[in-house]
């Protein structure tokens, strides 16, 4: 690699690094207010965007800068190709985010309404999802990888859950039907938080090993381990 090359990936990294911290914040206080009814996160949580949306536009500008003016190839290429793609997953997991700050806001206009008893760990397992994403991608770990891939289930499992239990309270009590609709919402946008930071892990382990697993996670889990060559940038 050249200085030349290393450099700009080293921008790009550093770019991509706050972006990430910036998404955790907005997960974590838009499923605080939900959660917490902490309503007054919500402004904070939709201000951020702004900031997401310009730093999402300016990683992609410097990865088609290299794609043109470096022309990478083998581990180069694949670590561009993969900030490309986590640097979308991350703006949408901002947009979620605000979407589930949004919700938070009608789900408390009614104070009564009950949160749904595993809507917490769901909201607290996406958000470790997205954090062990990030510690996947800065220490080019598999096994971490995996570890965020194996953690949707539960997600999925959890937000069946919240569902058939909000299904219950609507027909128990038709008053609380509109609330009980925008945490439906809330709830979805959550399991979709998860599926982001699935895709990022599944990103890590192309980066690591070169290899695409998504749609196809059970034939990768069951092979030996290997031990991975670190691309990550220092």
Request: aromatic content about 4%; charged content about 30%; proline content about 2%.
């Amino acid at each position: 690699m050249s200085r030349y090359l290393y450099r700009d990936f080293q921008e790009i990294h550093n770019r991509l690094m706050t972006q990430f911290g910036l998404v955790e914040q907005m997960s974590d206080k838009s499923t605080r207010a939900l959660c917490d009814r902490r309503v007054e996160l919500v402004g904070e949580v939709i201000k951020a965007d702004d900031q997401v949306d310009h730093a999402e536009v300016r990683i992609e500008e410097e990865c088609l800068k290299i794609l043109a003016l470096h022309q990478p190839v083998a581990s180069d290429l694949r670590r561009t190709t993969t900030v490309l793609k986590i640097n979308s997953d991350l703006e949408r997991i901002a947009d979620l985010a605000c979407n589930i700050a949004e919700r938070a806001k009608c789900v408390h206009q009614r104070e009564n309404f009950p949160i749904p008893d595993g809507l917490p760990e769901m909201a607290q397992r996406s958000i470790t999802m997205v954090k062990l994403a990030l510690d996947a991608f800065v220490q080019s770990d598999t096994t971490l990888a995996k570890q965020v891939i194996q953690m949707d289930r539960r997600v999925d499992e959890l937000n069946l859950a919240v569902i058939i239990e909000l299904r219950g309270l609507m027909q128990r009590d038709s008053t609380m039907v509109d609330s009980a609709l925008h945490c439906f919402s809330a709830a979805r946008h959550i399991e979709r938080i998860a599926d982001h930071a699935e895709n990022i892990a599944e990103d890590v382990i192309y980066l690591v090993d070169g290899e695409i697993v998504r749609h196809n996670h059970n034939d990768y889990f069951t092979r030996p381990l290997r031990t991975t060559t670190n691309t990550a940038i220092e």
